[in-house]
């Protein structure tokens, strides 16, 4: 499945804005410090998106689910 892919439903940032793709998921990562990228809650967040990218749709709620679990600062 392509990066380009959306999730479900969006996911809303805490400061505002959206990350809606596979892609401003892993672009939104990748701006964080490299520290902060290294903690495991954002390495689980990686790891399930690029599954859903490289397995497809079944991934692709677990990669929102990491994301948000992330963001909220859930181990």
Same mark, same amino acid.
């Given at each position: $499945?392509?990066?380009?892919?959306? #999730?479900? &439903?969006?996911?809303?940032?805490?400061? %505002? %804005? *959206?990350?809606? *793709?596979?892609?401003?998921? @892993?672009?939104?990562? $990748?701006?964080?410090? &490299?520290?902060?990228?290294? &903690?495991?809650?954002?390495?689980?967040?990686? &790891?399930?998106?690029?599954? @859903?990218?490289?397995? %497809?749709? %079944?991934?692709? =709620? #677990? @990669?929102?689910?990491? =994301?948000?679990?992330?963001?909220?600062?859930?181990?």
């Amino acid at each position: $499945m392509p990066w380009s892919t959306p #999730f479900d &439903e969006p996911i809303a940032l805490h400061h %505002g %804005g *959206t990350l809606v *793709t596979l892609q401003h998921a @892993a672009d939104y990562i $990748m701006k964080l410090s &490299e520290d902060t990228q290294q &903690e495991t809650r954002w390495q689980i967040a990686v &790891e399930h998106l690029i599954n @859903a990218a490289e397995q %497809g749709a %079944g991934w692709l =709620m #677990f @990669a929102r689910i990491a =994301m948000l679990r992330a963001l909220n600062g859930d181990d």
